[in-house]
């Protein structure tokens, strides 16, 4: 199976904008669907969105509008675009496939932290 390296984190303003990147070592172009997650401190990891292998995405209502996930299966790369960040959105930010998340494996992450 692939390994997942997420980057792009940082430090932003509320209002701002970031976008992570998930790098992957092999192909992704049979990898049906891929997630982010992200974990904000002191809270559990929970779903921000996925996409399909087809482009179809769907988000949670609190990024809604405001995020917006898609891959590049030619550079085996599954992007997080963050815009208008909130200070609730501070949290470590991973990607993740089926395979991974059936055996609780994850990457190292990337942290965000949005100021106000």
């Known amino acids: 199976q692939v390994q997942l390296v997420e980057s792009g984190g940082g430090l932003a303003q509320a209002g701002g904008s970031l976008r992570l990147s998930c790098a992957a070592s092999?192909?992704?172009?049979?990898?049906?669907?891929m997630y982010w997650y992200r974990q904000p401190p002191g809270k559990q990891r929970g779903l921000v969105g996925y996409?399909?292998?087809?482009?179809?995405?769907n988000y949670v209502d609190s990024v809604k509008g405001r995020f917006s996930i898609s891959r590049d299966n030619a550079k085996n790369t599954v992007y997080l675009q963050m815009n208008n960040l909130k200070p609730e959105d501070t949290a470590v930010y991973y990607c993740?496939?089926?395979?991974?998340?059936?055996?609780?494996?994850w990457g190292q992450g990337t942290q965000v932290t949005v100021t106000s």
């Open positions: 993740t496939t089926p395979w991974h998340l059936n055996r609780g494996s």
């Open positions: 092999g192909s992704i172009f049979s990898i049906n669907i």
């Open positions: 996409v399909t292998s087809s482009g179809t995405t």
